[in-house]
């Protein structure tokens, strides 16, 4: 990460916050300026292999000439492979504001995100959802190769940060992309808000239209929204209301285990992580007895890091941080009850 004071720094911060609130800073920041104010540019460099990254600029390389022929304009081959994206954030906030920083579980889902879009079609021309999109990174990257993407998060300030961010970024999408920076309660109402004209446009609001697009998504991402037990309940409330949409969808959730001493426990341990782990089952709704659990539940697979290459070069991903894997599932015996009803109509 470059650390240098960037020429590119936008709106000074008000220096609003309660100074009874708590102020905290993300690893990822260690290496900038510690009494900078104000938003700070950070140029995080990532590599594909050649021949991926050779297909994914052939969008944007290849044009027509008057006569409708084919023109293809070669960059050098020491640019071919490698990129830098540019995130606007802050290098301390308070605990809730930690959108505008960069958190080290964001980064592995990038890796995570690139390498998918390295070794297979998976993404392309999708729809995808970032829920707690904090700076958006995780989203740009997806927009190199998906239809849609929405960037969600709550609060104008985070907001707004992250659609500078989509700004910063945009050379990287392919050219039919299409980003949308838009606000989500995950403790309010569904479907959110909408608006239908300009007239009456609330910034970051959704129109009718966005609200259908995003229940056609097929992906959902989002990382470091796993740090206090009421957030987690309403961030699975969120998750399942949309994965109960069709088309079926996937969910891959980057976290980190953050530690802590407890009196009650008279251990180091890692509460949050904990009661994330209570909304998560193993390969079926149903227990060991057969006996069915809830109609449907969440099925949690744990990602192996160690087969997922470091794209992002400027950061140490350390120990602590997972990637699942999550679906939306139902007991099997509501699925053989569908499937009777099905063949005896």
């Not at 293809?72 to 830098?84: A, F």
């Not at 001493?261 to 007895?289: E, K, M, P």
């Not at 659990?293 to 160690?306: A, H, K, S, Y």
Request: aromatic fraction near 8%; charge should be negative; proline fraction near 4%.
């Amino acid at each position: 990460m470059d650390t240098t004071p960037s020429p590119e720094i936008l709106t000074p911060t008000t220096g609003s916050e309660s100074e009874e609130e708590d102020i905290v800073m993300s690893d990822v920041h260690l290496g900038c300026p510690p009494n900078f104010s104000g938003p700070y540019i950070s140029r995080f460099t990532f590599s594909l292999p050649p021949v991926k990254a050779e297909a994914i600029s052939k969008q944007q390389l290849v044009t027509l000439d008057g006569d409708g022929d084919l023109v293809i304009t070669r960059r050098s081959r020491q640019c071919k492979d490698t990129y830098v994206v540019r995130v606007q954030h802050s290098i301390t906030s308070t605990i809730p504001s930690v959108g505008l920083q960069v958190w080290r579980a964001e980064l592995a889902l990038a890796d995570f995100v690139l390498h998918k879009m390295v070794t297979s079609s998976e993404f392309d021309g999708i729809v995808a959802i970032e829920l707690g999109a904090g700076t958006g990174l995780v989203g740009i990257l997806l927009a190199r190769v998906a239809k849609t993407v929405f960037l969600t998060d709550n609060g104008d300030e985070v907001l707004d940060n992250c659609a500078t961010n989509v700004c910063l970024n945009s050379e990287l999408f392919h050219s039919q992309a299409l980003v949308c920076v838009r606000e989500l309660d995950w403790k309010g109402s569904w479907p959110p808000n909408l608006v239908e004209n300009s007239a009456s446009l609330k910034r970051h609001a959704w129109t009718s239209a966005e609200v259908e697009e995003i229940q056609r998504a097929s992906l959902i991402v989002a990382a470091d929204v796993i740090y206090s037990d009421d957030l987690t309940d309403a961030f699975f409330n969120t998750l399942e209301r949309l994965m109960a949409h069709r088309p079926e969808k996937v969910a891959y959730l980057a976290l980190e285990k953050r530690y802590n001493f407890t009196v009650d426990d008279l251990n180091v341990i890692a509460n949050g992580y904990s009661h994330f782990r209570t909304y998560l089952h193993d390969g079926d709704c149903d227990d060991d007895n057969g006996r069915s659990r809830p109609w449907r539940c969440f099925v949690g697979e744990c990602i192996d890091l160690t087969q997922i290459p470091q794209y992002l070069r400027e950061y140490d991903r350390g120990d602590d941080v997972e990637i699942w894997q999550i679906k939306l599932m139902y007991s099997s015996r509501l699925k053989m009850a569908s499937t009777s009803s099905y063949c005896n109509t």
